[in-house]
């Protein structure tokens, strides 16, 4: 048996993303900047995309920018909201748990000048809101918190956060990495007060290399890639038609069934949960089950370490992560886990479990059962 738990780095294409990727490839493969017929029709897969994310989304068409994925849509929404905006003031804030692709931006523009500020989270790894009321000013221009942590599944209270925002700093862009949230949860920003939102194709089984930007028509942001002025000017260079189109098939499939497919995937970590419980000094960590992603559950296998236990599953067929893929082949401790007060030993010996609708209890059974064999075996090499 093959266990693939680790959808939160990437996700297996759904069919009919498939499908549509190979069409506009091989039959529909105009340049959407043409004018000709080829043209006018590979445009209207873009205009379809852009129709269905707008609708899940409740925002206009108009909104939504295509890029390459998350971490280019992060990084136009930070640098972009701030480069835009500077005029207005000089303070950025975000959290200390951010993937890299926004705690990455935020350094570049502490660099430029920026002041940034970093807001601490709580052992669970929800951002604290009194300190974020605390440190908003008139001069704050732009805010990044995360919808869901991606190594712990933590949920962000952001409609608390966007009200904040918008009665402390009046001129500041509220931004949301929904990378790991889109699809899992019915985000309505114009309620929840979000003026950029970021998402990525390929964790929602979508293509990789696509994803978009949720800019409010209000929001100022500066385009980064200059050139041919394709999508109004704010994202230079020829679409990705075939991506484009996998993505807003893999945005209407995601939000199909969601809530059925969202209530599988809680039994399915409490299923796994349960029987982790069993076993000697395996930690649960971050929020309860039922407050946090459904679709994310980090533990700590207390004695092995992470790389160790990774390798020792991956001989079993079981596949997991030690942590964000986008920044799991280096050896610093994850800034999250250490902002929640985690102890060094038990960062390193964390995994993060990521689960999709096409993962069944058979599975899980396979992994307690593969674990039960293996932890005793690993913490017993590991003392020698």
Do not use: W
């Amino acid at each position: 048996m093959e266990v693939y738990f680790d959808n939160s780095a990437t996700t297996r294409c759904y069919d009919s993303v498939k499908d549509i990727v190979v069409k506009t490839m091989i039959e529909d493969f105009g340049n959407p900047s043409a004018m000709h017929r080829k043209g006018v029709e590979a445009e209207r897969y873009m205009k379809e995309s852009a129709k269905t994310i707008a609708g899940i989304l409740k925002v206009q068409e108009k909104e939504i920018l295509f890029t390459s994925g998350g971490t280019e849509s992060n990084n136009l929404a930070l640098i972009g909201g701030a480069l835009a905006n500077k005029r207005s003031g000089n303070h950025i804030v975000t959290t200390a748990v951010e993937h890299a692709a926004v705690s990455q931006p935020a350094a570049f523009l502490q660099e430029q000048g920026f002041e940034v500020t970093y807001l601490p989270v709580d052992k669970e790894g929800r951002v604290k809101t009194d300190v974020l009321e605390s440190v908003l000013r008139p001069d704050t221009i732009l805010v990044s918190v995360m919808y869901v942590n991606n190594e712990t599944g933590a949920v962000m209270p952001i409609e608390k956060i966007g009200k904040l925002v918008h009665e402390k700093s009046p001129k500041a862009l509220f931004h949301v990495d929904a990378i790991q949230a889109f699809g899992k949860y019915r985000i309505l920003p114009r309620k929840e007060g979000i003026d950029l939102l970021s998402v990525g194709g390929h964790k929602i089984h979508g293509p990789k290399g696509v994803g978009f930007l949720y800019i409010s028509e209000k929001a100022k942001v500066q385009p980064l890639m200059l050139g041919g002025g394709q999508q109004n000017g704010m994202r230079s260079g020829t679409d990705n038609v075939p991506g484009i189109a996998g993505l807003g098939v893999a945005a209407r499939e995601s939000y199909q069934d969601l809530e059925e497919k969202n209530e599988h995937l809680y039994r399915l970590k409490e299923h796994i949960a349960a029987g982790l419980s069993e076993m000697e000094n395996i930690r649960i960590n971050g929020m309860p089950l039922r407050d946090a992603a459904p679709h994310i559950l980090s533990i700590s296998v207390m004695g092995v370490r992470s790389e160790v236990l990774l390798h020792a599953l991956e001989d079993r067929n079981i596949y997991i992560s030690a942590g964000s893929a986008c920044s799991s082949h280096k050896r610093k401790p994850s800034a999250a886990l250490t902002a929640m007060g985690m102890p060094k030993d038990q960062i390193e010996s964390t995994v993060r479990l990521s689960f999709s609708e096409e993962n069944t209890v058979e599975e899980a059974d396979y992994f307690l059962q593969t674990m039960k064999e293996i932890v005793p075996m690993l913490r017993r090499y590991s003392r020698r």
